[in-house]
Structures are given as C-alpha cells and as structure tokens.
C-alpha cells in the first residue's frame, strides 16, 4: 500500500546522496588534475573518470522539467521550417496536439495526415519523438498525448479501454476523412479495434491506413518472457500487488494507478534492451524521478491485461466495446502494414501479424509486411533503423495506398532506400 510513498521518498533521498557524492568525486577530480604531474597520463585518466562519473551522479540528482517534444525545426524542400505544437483538443485524460508546419512560399503541401498513438505503457508521448520528428518532412503529424493519471483529479472519473476507444474515435473525427493511423507497442490494440468499428459503421473518418508496429494483437505468439510472467500471475495478483493509490501531493491523490516507475523497472529486469549499460544509468533510469514516467489509471492497465493478455479477446474475435462487437474482418479498404523487429523480446515476432489473419475483408494490394533483421522494441519506432529505413517504409506505403484511391500525395523527401537495408518485405500470408 505504501510502495508508492516509498518510491518518492527513496528518490528524494537518492537525489540528495547523489548531489553530495556528486559534489565529492567533482571536487577529488580536480584535486588529482591540479596536483598529479603534466606527462603522467594514468592521472589523467583517472581524473577523467572522476569528472565523468561526478556528472551522471548530479544528473541523477537534478530535478527534471517536464517533458517536452521540444521539435522547433524541421527541412521542407531543403529549407528550414518552424514547428508549433498546438493541442486540438484537451480531454481528462488526454490530448490530441498537432504538430504544424509550412515552408515558405506560396506553394503549400499536400501530405498526408498522420495520426499517432501514444502508448500507455509507463512513459510519456515523448518516447516517440524520433517518430514524429522524421515523419514531419513529408507529413501532416497528430499525436495522441496521454496525461499522468496522478494528474487528474478523481472526480474526473476513471479511464479504460472504451475511454481510449471514444478519445481515438473523436480525434480521428477532429482530424477528418482520409487521415492515416499508426500505432505502437500497446496502442495497436486500440488502433485495430477503432479501426474495426468505425468500417463496421461505414464511418465516413475510417483511417485510410493503418500502420502496426511492435504490438500485442495476439501475445500468446511465440510468448515472450514479458507476456508469459503477465499471463501466470493473474489479474488478482496483479490487482493486489502492483496498482497503488496515488499519494498526496499530486492532483490525482487516491486514484488507483499502475505507476510508471513499477512498469519501467519491471521491463529492465524481464526484458533488458541495452545489456551493457552503466550502473549508474540503470539507477538514473529507476530513481530519477518520474522524468518520462506515466501512470495508468488501474482500470485501464488491469482491462488490458485481462482482455489483451490473458483472454485474448482480440485475438479469439471477442473484444467488445459498449456493446458493440469489434471484428477486424469487417475492414475492407483500410490499407494495413505491419512491422515488428526480429530482435524484440518484448513483443515477439508474429504477435503484430496476427492483424493480417484477422483482418479478412482487406484485400492483398492492400496489405504489407515489414520485418526489419536485428532490431529489438525500441528500434522500431527510434533511433538509426526507424530513421534510416523504417520510417521511409511507412511513407512509401502510404502513398501507395492513396494512389488507389486517386490521391497524389507530395512525394517523400527521402533517398532510395538501401538494397542492404535490414528490412525483410513479405506478402502476408491469411492464416487457412
């Protein structure tokens, strides 16, 4: 009950011993540079490394602002164009911001409109800030930002699955017909699912496309250690063990939430990405504060887990949402790419491409498959595969969908991918 007080106690203190030992090792540093003789390069050295670590520890220590995007630039046409961030609309729990941009000139752009969805998996929108930043050239780009659930007061009521369904619903209707959908890691649960009951609708704002990437449409799929420990504990261990009220001093005192810092360290520990890295990050990443941290509220992370994870609802064709059946086969001109990385252990290969099977009605000039060699979770939406090939993927595949329904988007200010790009492109097969 008391973990999360803990927590914040623990990281004030830390902060405090690290800007002490900070201060120390700083000090020793300079002390070995001034007296340690000019020709003998182990001192050097030596004070090199005391310097260093002198530095991650006051990082460690210092109070982080809010995160930010912070894209103020971007290239159009080989000329530098302003960004402004703008919030379209502004609910409970979330936004939808939109990320403007025009080059100057007379001419303006006809690109596509590109919504993105954050996931809610312990860490802010701006994880994906390599993703909107190299999709901006060559694109109109919507996020939808999801708040810290100790943010919002209790009388805000509680988010889960059907909320999420509802905001993505309203932001594609305040985005227009013929916007673009992608989603990632844990939003492509709620990206397939909208998408399905808007065709069923014949909505008129049906995403053109929709763009998959590292997702769990069907976790039991060569299941990773991070879906298996889920699935074994149980909704009521779960329940019991790992959502904590908020504390007092944060606006959403009393809420229940999974805390953004019990998500993190449980993904470091079951499912490390970097092997190799310091300590001393590791305690940064754990202890910093909440920095990028987000907490879920605890109805949506325990719905998640029961329908997505242990039920597989989606998968088995059960999902509902208020009342309404969500049936993927009932999309028939949204064009669907799905990308996963051969290296994720996070969310396995095949566990996306499940979409392609359940998605019955889409026809194959519609479809495609990216599975990009070497890459874990991460590497799909950030970092040099997302910029140097996965990115441009999504561009291609876009307008290739728009083609055939007579839209002529800019073309993509990209260069001709490498013939020895890491990305392996297959025709998805329809399970029989």
Request: charged share 20%.
């Amino acid at each position: 009950m008391f973990v999360y007080q803990a927590h914040e106690y623990l990281s004030q203190s830390l902060k405090a011993t690290f800007n002490a030992a900070a201060q120390a090792l700083a000090l020793q540093g300079k002390l070995v540079k001034f007296f340690s003789p000019k020709a003998d390069p182990s001192c050097d050295e030596l004070a090199h490394n005391l310097m260093s670590s002198a530095r991650i520890l006051e990082h460690i220590g210092s109070e982080h602002p809010p995160a930010a995007f912070g894209l103020k630039t971007t290239k159009i046409n080989g000329q530098d164009c302003s960004v402004s961030e703008e919030t379209l609309v502004d609910k409970p729990f979330g936004r939808l911001l939109h990320f403007k941009c025009e080059p100057p000139g007379p001419a303006a752009r006809h690109v596509p409109k590109i919504l993105l969805l954050a996931p809610i998996s312990g860490h802010k929108a701006t994880i994906l800030r390599d993703t909107v930043r190299d999709l901006l050239p060559d694109s109109d780009v919507y996020v939808a930002e999801w708040k810290d659930a100790r943010e919002v007061p209790l009388k805000q009521g509680f988010f889960d699955l059907d909320t999420y369904f509802d905001y993505v619903q309203d932001y594609l209707h305040e985005i227009g017909p013929q916007a673009h959908l992608i989603g990632i890691s844990q939003s492509t649960v709620p990206a397939l699912s909208v998408t399905s009951l808007m065709a069923a609708r014949k909505d008129p704002c049906t995403p053109m496309s929709m763009t998959l990437m590292c997702g769990p449409i069907d976790p039991s799929i060569k299941e990773t250690e991070v879906s298996r420990l889920t699935r074994q504990q149980g909704i009521d261990w779960l329940r019991q063990n790992v959502i904590m009220p908020v504390p007092q001093g944060y606006a959403g005192a009393g809420r229940p939430v999974y805390p953004g810092f019990v998500q993190s360290a449980g993904i470091m520990m079951v499912a490390p990405q970097k092997q190799h890295q310091h300590p001393l990050h590791t305690i940064n990443e754990l202890f910093r504060g909440q920095g990028e941290k987000l907490d879920a509220d605890a109805p949506y992370y325990l719905q998640m887990i029961e329908d997505i994870f242990i039920k597989r609802r989606l998968a088995r064709g059960t999902l509902t949402s208020r009342n309404e059946k969500i049936d993927p086969g009932k999309i028939d001109r949204t064009g669907l790419l799905v990308v996963e990385g051969s290296n994720d252990n996070i969310t396995a290969p095949g566990q996306t491409k499940a979409a392609h099977d359940l998605c019955k009605g889409i026809p194959d000039h519609l479809r495609d498959y990216q599975l990009v060699v070497g890459a874990g979770h991460y590497d799909v939406f950030s970092g040099p595969l997302w910029e140097s090939n996965i990115s441009n993927k999504i561009k291609y595949f876009i307008r290739k969908i728009a083609a055939f329904e007579g839209i002529a988007y800019d073309p993509p200010q990209v260069a001709a991918l490498s013939k020895a790009a890491p990305i392996q492109s297959q025709k998805p097969a329809l399970a029989a």
